[in-house]
């Protein structure tokens, strides 16, 4: 390969080997060789060196896996090329799929007192992350006491339980993720070509996992020795579907990003979309009744954990592996994968009536929130109409559903109804309510 530097030495990286690159596919395929990591090409002037400029390099490089399309009778593990280019960049072609340390780290600079993540990102999409306003801004802090405490708990492993009294929309810890990857696992095993039709899909899989999980090592070896310990020291539920330790880490531990995807908009099945593993979040321990709401804020690259309705000192924090719209039948099955059968309130005293009510209840507030807009322009409103409407609220509550987004237009509906009755007072109480969750994303 030819050599020729992306960047001139300067006195911010003078101590970083630079890697020459090979970008675009064509190119690479012509002009690359077979060579090791990109830490690997440090110079070594002398006996402390290795360790501290290997670290510095990871940090300051992205590590680019180049996608060929040559097009292969069978699949099978192929050779891929990894180059190092500089973290600042920020013009990566669209096929270019990278390795980077968020928020990065150059030559001389110390460590963001935030901490920092891994990502297994395509290039335009690390661009918009760059490109945030503000970014990188520094992660948000809890106010006034401290909110949570981890503890074990008698059947769940590790908790995270409230330590005082939180108010809903209230922060309770922010933090920027491990790592953060593609949900399309497909993406992290270049190497694998599954030629369209075949009939070993069993065979194709097991190709896919065997050759991203060589990617993880790449990606958590970036990671700094705290990072990796809290990363490998997550729970694994994956142990006989094929999968490495690693990826088994990221099947069982990972939160949906719906505000980061690939391309123009996020895809039907958030195929295109991003997947996080948290330290502090993977903490908290799932019930089909959640009282956490979690939001990534892509200017500060981090995770914000909030409360989604009013908790007291003591209260174990949930959220939910499974969708809250579902019968216990259904959640019990989506749960399956994760090695427990879920004895949280709702499922242990579910009944025909639970379940209808939590198939039926986004569509009804719905429902509610349309007609509340007659209520404001009509003349008048049927008084029974507040009845019905408390009683289906008390329901909620009781079925724990209440710490879902959707209940805040149901108070919106309830505030609505008693301004138009008249009774400003409670108009006023649900508003009240409601302002904790404009804080939740």
Wanted: one cysteine or more.
């Amino acid at each position: 390969m030819n050599s020729r530097p992306l960047y001139p030495t300067s006195a911010d990286n003078q101590n970083i080997v630079e890697v020459p690159i090979a970008i675009d596919a064509s190119d690479a395929a012509q002009k690359r060789e077979t060579f090791q990591l990109p830490y690997e090409n440090v110079e070594n002037s002398g006996e402390a060196n290795n360790n501290t400029l290997r670290k510095l390099y990871e940090l300051a490089h992205d590590i680019a896996i180049l996608f060929t399309t040559a097009p292969q009778e069978s699949f099978k593990l192929k050779e891929v090329a990894y180059n190092g280019l500089d973290a600042r960049r920020s013009d990566h072609p669209e096929n270019a799929l990278l390795m980077t340390t968020i928020p990065s780290i150059n030559g001389g600079d110390l460590p963001d007192p935030d901490g920092h993540s891994e990502w297994i990102v395509m290039g335009p999409t690390k661009t918009r992350i760059l490109n945030a306003s503000g970014y990188p801004l520094a992660i948000p802090k809890a106010t006034g006491l401290p909110t949570y405490e981890l503890r074990s708990t008698q059947d769940m492993g590790l908790g995270m339980f409230a330590t005082r009294d939180i108010k809903v929309g209230e922060l309770i810890f922010a933090e920027r993720p491990l790592l953060v990857l593609p949900r399309n696992i497909g993406l992290l095993a270049p190497g694998v070509s599954v030629p369209l039709g075949s009939a070993d899909l069993h065979g194709s899989r097991m190709a896919i996992l065997k050759e991203s999980e060589k990617t993880l090592e790449v990606a958590v070896g970036r990671m700094s020795p705290e990072n990796q310990k809290a990363f490998k020291g997550l729970a694994n539920m994956h142990t006989k579907d094929g999968c490495g330790p690693l990826m088994g880490v990221v099947r069982t531990n990972g939160y949906h990003i719906d505000t980061i995807y690939d391309g123009e908009q996020l895809l039907e099945l958030n195929q295109n979309g991003y997947t996080a593993i948290c330290n502090l979040g993977s903490r908290i321990n799932h019930s089909c009744a959640p009282n956490i709401d979690n939001a990534f804020a892509m200017a500060s690259s981090s995770f914000q954990f909030r409360a989604s309705r009013d908790m007291e000192a003591g209260e174990q924090l949930f959220h939910s592996y499974c969708g809250v719209d579902l019968t216990a039948t259904e959640r019990k099955a989506e749960l399956a994968p994760y090695g427990f059968v879920c004895s949280c309130i709702a499922c242990a005293h579910a009944t025909p009536e639970s379940d209808k009510l939590r198939k039926e209840y986004v569509q009804r507030i719905d429902g509610y929130y349309i007609k509340s807009k007659t209520w404001t322009e009509a003349g008048g409103v049927d008084k029974s109409a507040l009845g019905q409407l408390l009683e289906f609220q008390n329901a909620v509550i009781k079925e724990g559903l209440h710490g879902t987004r959707k209940y805040a237009r149901l108070l919106v509906v309830l505030s609505h109804l008693y301004l138009k009755l008249g009774q400003r007072d409670s108009a006023e109480d649900y508003l009240e309510q409601l302002r904790g969750y404009y804080d939740l994303a």
